[in-house]
Each structure stands twice: as structure tokens, then as C-alpha cells.
Nanobody
């Protein structure tokens, strides 16, 4: 089992920045990919970014590319999502996820075995 706990969400103004953290614990040795997904009210959960836990490769959705940066600290078993130039459409609950199936199709939710409880990000004027 892997436990994931997100933190860092909150209210931010348009154009502002926020950093989300995802601390993992438990049997993390099989983790291959860590991802961030988000779900806005009335919409389906969508992929935002992913990082190869072992090699550090990253992958982003077009909607966040150039504005969001995913990174990891293996020593702390923590993944971060640095978000900048935030827009109202970035408002959502952000979820961290961990998968062990390899570094491919990382934008697919079904690739992930464990999920955090989510953290709310609200972007307003």
C-alpha cells in the first residue's frame, strides 16, 4: 500500500503562483510514475502533469505546459507541482497519484494505483 497526502492548495489571484506537495509513504519502492490530475466542478478528472519517479522525465498536458512544473525529491518521497500564471480555468481539486506500471500512457488515470484525497485550488480575481 502507498499513502499519498497532498498539501499546498488555497485561494490565489489570477496570474499568481502556488506550489502543491504530495508526500508519499508506505511501499513506495515499486512506484514508477507520479502524476497530478485535477477535477473542476461538473467536469471529469483530467491529467495535468507526471514525472518518472526513477529517471526524472516529465510530461505535461498542453493546458499547463509552460506554466506548471512537476518535480520530485526522492529523499523526502515527495512530488511537487509548481503552478504559475494561474488562470480561473485552473480552479479545481488537484489529486496526486502513484503508479507502478511503467513510464507510458501516463496521462491515463487507469495507469495509477494509488490516489491522494485532493487539495482545492481556487483562482479568482
Amino acid at each position: 500500500q502507498v499513502q499519498l497526502v497532498e498539501s499546498g492548495g488555497g485561494l490565489v489571484q489570477i496570474g499568481g503562483s502556488l506550489r502543491l506537495s504530495c508526500a508519499s509513504s508506505g511501499r513506495t519502492s515499486n512506484t514508477y510514475a507520479m502524476g497530478w490530475f485535477r477535477q473542476a466542478p461538473g467536469k471529469e478528472r483530467e491529467f495535468a502533469a507526471a514525472i518518472n519517479w526513477r529517471g526524472g522525465s516529465t510530461y505535461y498536458a498542453d493546458s499547463v505546459k509552460g506554466r506548471f512544473t512537476i518535480s520530485r525529491d526522492n529523499a523526502k518521497n515527495t512530488v511537487y507541482l509548481q503552478m504559475s500564471s494561474l488562470k480561473p480555468e485552473d480552479t479545481a481539486v488537484y489529486y496526486c497519484a502513484a503508479g507502478s506500471a511503467g513510464w507510458y500512457n501516463v496521462e491515463d488515470m487507469n495507469k495509477y494505483d494509488y490516489w491522494g484525497q485532493g487539495t482545492q485550488v481556487t483562482v479568482s480575481s
